[in-house]
Nanobody
Framework: QVQLVESGGGLVQPGGSLRLSCEAS????????MGWFRQAPGKEREFVAL????????YYADSVKGRFTISRDNAKNTVFLQMNSLKPEDTAVYYC????????????????WGQGTQVTVSS
């Protein structure tokens, strides 16, 4: 069964950090570009970050640039999102996604979506 499973979400105070993980099962991530998206209540799902299959190229939304870092460990079939200096506006359900082509991530039409993990930033 093909799955992407996110973990690492939770409640954190403003200024704190969290590290999200996304582990694939049923397929290998080696040849997929990977992305993180988020969706806050009442809002559309938005792009957060992506990483190329090799890990050599990354892109970030302006709202998270300099605070979030996407990385991958293909040997572990896992992608990570390190989130630092968290703000209340980062509160959302975070989803990972796998796509053969970058364009699929830009269009929010990846091959696979995870089920999401809740991140809440609040004092």
């Amino acid at each position: 069964q093909v799955q992407l499973v996110e973990s690492g979400g939770g409640l954190v105070q403003p200024g704190g950090s969290l590290r999200l993980s996304c582990e694939a099962s049923g397929f290998t991530l080696d040849y997929y570009a990977m992305g993180w998206f988020r969706q806050a209540p009442g809002k559309e799902r938005e792009f957060v970050a992506l990483i190329s299959w090799s890990g050599g190229t990354t892109y970030y939304a302006d709202s998270v640039k300099g605070r979030f870092t996407i990385s991958r460990d293909n040997a572990k079939n896992t992608v990570f999102l390190q989130m630092n200096s968290l703000k209340p506006e980062d509160t959302a359900v975070y989803y990972c996604a796998a796509a053969i082509l970058y364009q699929q991530l830009s269009a929010r039409t990846p091959d696979y979506w995870g089920q999401g993990t809740q991140v809440t930033v609040s004092s």
